[in-house]
């Protein structure tokens, strides 16, 4: 099936960085390769390298152990589809009217991520990087927001929010629906596609994707030029679904959803030994930075764990979007333990850019910053800057900033709270009586944030705009009141 697929597909046509202390090997490479590996909905405690013990994962252990560790990394939203969209444009959701995930079947409702923003895809690729994403997309799926009209070379996955696991399963419902004249196939039904073609993989879909992003590679490898490679996987996203040996691995664990989590995050490590094997055989490993991340807390209704983290996906607590992270760099990066300070996925954009050596276009806007200089200077590269975030409920809306040690919230229709998640990483003391001139400087830092924002382009779904503008959201005002009050 690989080798028929790599015919098919020939026809068709910093760092050192993230080093806290003393971590940065100080000679001149190459352009780095860039491989960012990305999961849907994995949880803060759901890596052995930040403290899994019933979750074995031992190839991603290795590779953190011999790169940077991040203990606060975050993503800019607690929901998938603005959380990726912060990653390729740099700029905070809210800001480009990205605050909700895209509905179903968007190829048919020509919605995406606005084409006035460039993605960092195409600034690679504008460079001379080949580059392919492997796995979800979630960006827009209608041919303008398409991933081969956003810098993307290869495209190889699915362009919804989801998709089932296993082919025989979805490939004949698939079959069925569509036979039957319905156009709105849910998308966890398609069949998967490179570059607009239709593809029939018969493989389990975490192993289908890890086997194209080894074929990426191997193939990118024997260009002059080097490569970005966006590996987005599926998993553990629901629906829970593994295979019957990798869950065999985990009998061990007695609560039947967090054994099928479990076995569908090793499913994952498994694959990234295949990406890590390609890489070596290609002579590419040593100059190949390899990030890797979740687009947002764990969902924690169905299998994951946040470790010591507060609440879960969709949340402004920490446990929402402080997410696992690492950068791996052999020529550039030496082995070292968490590096505490504060990153956001937000500085992928200008970061890579730099180590790439490609121009940002004139005028882009960017919420990010590039932090490999700051690095090298062994300074805190964020410093007292701070990271936000924001998420729209029926009639309200959630906050969270982190600045430095502390952390301010503003949850479920409850007063500000302030957090020192240095110590109290479980978000547990609320400490805004004591300073409360810190938090009113937060709160009025985050206000000024939300000036920013725009209406959203689009909603979930009907009755999430229906109840968007009966209730006049996004009513900033109510939200950012004394920041002891409610």
Same mark, same amino acid.
């Given at each position: 099936?690989?080798?028929?697929?790599?015919?098919? =597909?020939?026809?068709?046509?910093?760092?050192?960085?993230?080093?806290?202390?003393?971590?940065?090997?100080?000679?001149?490479?190459?352009?780095?390769?860039?491989?960012? =590996?990305?999961?849907?909905?994995?949880?803060?405690?759901?890596?052995?390298?930040?403290?899994?013990?019933?979750?074995?994962?031992?190839?991603?252990?290795?590779?953190?152990?011999?790169?940077?560790?991040?203990?606060?990394?975050?993503?800019?939203?607690?929901?998938?589809?603005?959380?990726?969209?912060?990653?390729?444009?740099?700029?905070?959701?809210?800001? =480009?009217?990205?605050?909700?995930?895209?509905?179903?079947?968007?190829?048919?409702?020509?919605?995406?991520?606005?084409?006035?923003?460039?993605?960092?895809?195409?600034?690679?690729?504008?460079?001379?990087?080949?580059?392919?994403?492997?796995?979800?997309?979630?960006?827009?799926?209608?041919?303008?927001?398409?991933?081969?009209?956003?810098?993307?070379?290869?495209?190889?996955?699915?362009?919804?929010?989801?998709?089932?696991?296993?082919?025989?399963?979805?490939?004949?419902?698939?079959?069925?629906?569509?036979?039957?004249?319905?156009?709105?196939?849910?998308?966890?039904?398609?069949?998967?596609?490179?570059?607009?073609?239709?593809?029939?993989?018969?493989?389990?879909?975490?192993?289908?994707?890890?086997?194209?992003?080894?074929?990426?590679?191997?193939?990118?490898?024997?260009?002059?030029?080097?490569?970005?490679?966006?590996?987005?996987?599926?998993?553990?996203?629901?629906?829970?679904?593994?295979?019957?040996?990798?869950?065999?691995?985990?009998?061990? =664990?007695?609560?039947?959803?967090?054994?099928?989590?479990?076995?569908?995050?090793?499913?994952?490590?498994?694959?990234?030994?295949?990406?890590?094997?390609?890489?070596?055989?290609?002579?590419?490993?040593?100059?190949?930075?390899?990030?890797?991340?979740?687009?947002?807390?764990?969902?924690?209704?169905?299998?994951?764990?946040?470790?010591?983290?507060?609440?879960?996906?969709?949340?402004?607590?920490?446990?929402?979007?402080?997410?696992?992270?690492?950068?791996?760099?052999?020529?550039?990066?030496?082995?070292?333990?968490?590096?505490?300070?504060?990153?956001?996925?937000?500085?992928?954009?200008?970061?890579?850019?730099?180590?790439?050596?490609?121009?940002?276009?004139?005028?882009?806007?960017?919420?990010?910053?590039?932090?490999?200089?700051?690095?090298?200077?062994?300074?805190?590269?964020?410093?007292?800057?701070?990271?936000?975030?924001?998420?729209?409920?029926?009639?309200?809306?959630?906050?969270?900033?982190?600045?430095?040690?502390?952390?301010?919230?503003?949850?479920?229709?409850?007063?500000?709270?302030?957090?020192?998640?240095?110590?109290?990483?479980?978000?547990?003391?609320?400490?805004?009586?004591?300073?409360?001139?810190?938090?009113?400087?937060?709160?009025?830092?985050?206000?000024?944030?939300?000036?920013?924002?725009?209406?959203?382009?689009?909603?979930?779904?009907?009755?999430?705009?229906?109840?968007?503008?009966?209730?006049?959201?996004?009513?900033?005002?109510?939200?950012?009141?004394?920041?002891?009050?409610?």
């Amino acid at each position: 099936m690989r080798k028929t697929l790599l015919v098919w =597909i020939g026809a068709l046509s910093m760092v050192g960085f993230f080093a806290c202390q003393q971590n940065v090997k100080r000679e001149t490479a190459s352009r780095p390769n860039i491989v960012m =590996i990305l999961c849907d909905d994995l949880g803060y405690g759901d890596v052995g390298f930040n403290g899994a013990t019933d979750i074995r994962t031992p190839v991603l252990d290795q590779l953190a152990a011999g790169g940077v560790r991040f203990s606060s990394a975050y993503v800019p939203h607690p929901f998938c589809g603005p959380s990726r969209a912060g990653m390729m444009t740099g700029r905070y959701p809210h800001t =480009i009217g990205a605050q909700f995930n895209l509905p179903p079947n968007t190829a048919r409702l020509d919605e995406g991520i606005t084409r006035d923003e460039v993605f960092i895809s195409k600034v690679l690729q504008v460079s001379g990087y080949h580059t392919g994403i492997v796995g979800k997309w979630h960006l827009g799926a209608a041919a303008p927001y398409h991933p081969n009209q956003r810098g993307f070379d290869e495209f190889y996955g699915f362009l919804g929010g989801g998709h089932k696991y296993f082919p025989e399963e979805y490939l004949s419902k698939y079959d069925e629906q569509h036979g039957s004249g319905d156009g709105a196939v849910w998308d966890y039904l398609r069949p998967l596609e490179y570059n607009g073609h239709e593809v029939r993989d018969t493989a389990y879909l975490t192993d289908a994707l890890s086997h194209q992003a080894v074929d990426f590679i191997s193939r990118a490898a024997q260009l002059d030029n080097p490569f970005f490679l966006y590996l987005a996987y599926n998993a553990p996203h629901v629906p829970l679904e593994a295979k019957a040996e990798d869950l065999a691995l985990f009998a061990e =664990i007695e609560n039947p959803d967090r054994r099928t989590y479990a076995a569908m995050v090793y499913a994952v490590d498994r694959g990234v030994d295949e990406v890590v094997n390609a890489l070596k055989a290609a002579g590419e490993y040593d100059n190949t930075l390899i990030v890797f991340l979740s687009d947002n807390g764990g969902n924690t209704d169905h299998g994951a764990n946040n470790g010591a983290l507060r609440e879960g996906k969709g949340s402004t607590y920490e446990g929402g979007y402080r997410v696992p992270m690492f950068w791996h760099w052999p020529n550039q990066i030496q082995a070292h333990e968490a590096c505490e300070y504060t990153v956001s996925a937000l500085d992928f954009y200008p970061t890579f850019a730099a180590l790439a050596e490609a121009e940002i276009p004139s005028g882009k806007l960017l919420d990010g910053q590039n932090v490999w200089p700051a690095v090298v200077g062994q300074e805190d590269f964020r410093a007292e800057a701070p990271l936000y975030v924001m998420r729209h409920r029926d009639g309200y809306s959630d906050v969270g900033v982190r600045q430095g040690q502390w952390k301010a919230v503003k949850a479920h229709q409850q007063s500000w709270q302030l957090f020192d998640v240095n110590q109290d990483i479980g978000e547990r003391k609320d400490l805004r009586q004591q300073y409360p001139a810190q938090l009113s400087a937060m709160v009025d830092s985050a206000e000024k944030w939300s000036e920013t924002h725009v209406q959203p382009l689009w909603f979930h779904n009907q009755e999430t705009a229906d109840r968007w503008h009966a209730d006049g959201m996004p009513r900033l005002e109510e939200t950012f009141q004394s920041s002891i009050g409610q």
